[in-house]
């Protein structure tokens, strides 16, 4: 299994479904997202951002102990 999914059991979803009369399977699978725009590629798990949101926050300087490179 890759390190970005988490299978895990969830009860309150299965009662949503039986609810609305479809089948659900035992596991469900849970992607980690960006917590701004939404994006599931290029997670940076330590910040929970994308790698483009990352980007711009360290451009701006809000990301604390991150500097742009130079060489």
Do not use: T
């Amino acid at each position: 299994m890759a390190r970005k999914s988490i299978k895990i059991s969830c009860a309150r979803l299965q009662k949503e479904f039986e609810a609305k009369g479809k089948k659900m399977d035992k596991w469900v699978r849970v992607y980690h997202r960006c917590k701004l725009c939404g994006r599931s590629r290029g997670y940076l798990r330590f910040f929970q951002v994308c790698r483009i949101c990352f980007r711009e926050y360290a451009n701006k300087g809000e990301v604390m102990g991150v500097k742009k490179s130079s060489w």
